[in-house]
């Protein structure tokens, strides 16, 4: 009967790991092509792909520093590349409010009671993944790699918890961006001799209110 050292399965781990990392790297592709389609980055934020590249471009230094980490080397080269690519999109379609103020995702949730704008599989990846390599670390008795995963696990279910708890309401109650509200105006004319309030525009005032 097969037996597998502490060193197979750390081999397994980390391969899984990558394969996992691989899949965070791209669950945010239906919200870039989301933006592409919009031309605008909505209520997305770019800090979670801005913390992954810087992530990934520490990993590759220590990598470096260890020597032929080449299972650190081969995802954390991806995952530079992919979110470079995500965060250039990003700088392309944000509006200038986007880029200056900057907000957690988790925070945004709370704020706005909604989960429109943290989708599940990333946080379900980032989990998952963050278990992977935990036990790679754990195995290999390098805890600079397992170490940090114990934090990105936490989290993971928090946001998990987070979807879990605000997953009916996707669409916060906001009014449409084309429109604004001073646009909205009510004018007063006089009608024989008394004040009557008037909608200006009740076309606008109808695709203010229940959008386009």
Known sequence: MATFSAAHLACAFGILGNMVSFLVYLAPMPTF???????????????????????????????????????????????CAIETIYLT???IYATREAKVHVVLSPMKVIRTSSVEFMPLSLSFFLTL??????FYGFLIKDYYIAAPNILGFAFGIM????????REN?????LP???DVK?????????????????????ACTKAINGP
Request: aromatic content about 16%; hydrophobic content about 45%; glycine content about 4%.
């Open 183 to 203: 646009e909205v105006t009510v004018t007063v004319i006089q009608v024989n001799g008394s004040q009557e309030n008037q909608l200006a525009d009740c076309n």
């Open 129 to 134: 993944c963050a278990v992977m390599w935990f």
């Open 159 to 166: 946001q998990m918890v987070l979807y879990a708890n605000y």
């Open 33 to 79: 092509y989301r933006i592409y389609k919009k031309k605008s980055t909505e209520g997305f934020q770019s800090i979670p792909y801005s913390v992954a590249l810087f992530s990934a471009m520490l990993y590759l230094y220590y990598a470096h520093l260890k020597k032929n980490v080449i299972i650190l080397v081969t995802i954390n080269s991806v995952g």
């Open 177 to 179: 961006e084309a429109y």
């Open 170 to 174: 996707k669409k916060p109650l906001v």
């Open 89 to 91: 999109l990003f700088v």
